[in-house]
C-alpha cells in the first residue's frame, strides 16, 4: 500500500518537526510549507491526502489559505485539520465556516492529532 502524504503548514519548524516525527513513524509521508503561499505552490506540485493548517502565518493566514483550498474543484474536498494557538469561539467558528475538517488547538497531545490523521484519511479510502 502507498503511504498517504500528508502536508504539514506551519511556520513555527519545531512544531512542523514534531508532526512530521510522529507522522512519519504511523507511515505517512510528510512534506511541510511554512506560510499560506507555500501551501498552495506544494498542492500545485504534488496534491496530498490531507493537510495540517496553522492560521497564524506570515504571508496568507490559515483561513485565508483555507477559503482558497475550499473555492477550488480540484482541493475542495481535500481533508483539512486546523492546528491553531487561536482558540477563541470566533475563531473556531471561521473555521467551521470555512469548511474544515477538524479544528484542533495548540498546546495539543500528539496522539489526538495523529488519530485525527489517521480517521480522516481512512473514510477517504472508505468512500
Known amino acids: 500500500m502507498e503511504s498517504k502524504r500528508i502536508l504539514v503548514?506551519?511556520?513555527?519548524?519545531?512544531?512542523?518537526?514534531l508532526i512530521r516525527n510522529a507522522l512519519e513513524q504511523e507511515g505517512f509521508s510528510v512534506a511541510?510549507?511554512?506560510?499560506?503561499?507555500?501551501?498552495l505552490l506544494a498542492?500545485?506540485?504534488e496534491l496530498p491526502d490531507l493537510v495540517?493548517?496553522?492560521v497564524i502565518m506570515p504571508v496568507l493566514d490559515g483561513f485565508q489559505t483555507l477559503r482558497i483550498l475550499r473555492e477550488d474543484a480540484q482541493t475542495k474536498h481535500l481533508p483539512?485539520?486546523?492546528?491553531?494557538?487561536?482558540?477563541?469561539d470566533k475563531d473556531v467558528l471561521e473555521g467551521w465556516q470555512t469548511?474544515?475538517?477538524l479544528y484542533l488547538t495548540k498546546p495539543f497531545q500528539m496522539d489526538e492529532l495523529?488519530?485525527?490523521?489517521k480517521r480522516l484519511v481512512s473514510a477517504i479510502e472508505d468512500s
Open 52 to 54: 495540517v493548517l496553522d
Open 80 to 88: 483539512v485539520i486546523i492546528l491553531s494557538i487561536r482558540d477563541s
Open 99 to 101: 469548511g474544515v475538517d
Open 9 to 17: 503548514v506551519d511556520d513555527h519548524p519545531p512544531t512542523v518537526r
Open 114 to 117: 495523529v488519530a485525527a490523521v
Open 32 to 39: 511541510s510549507a511554512a506560510n499560506g503561499a507555500e501551501c
Open 43 to 45: 498542492l500545485h506540485r
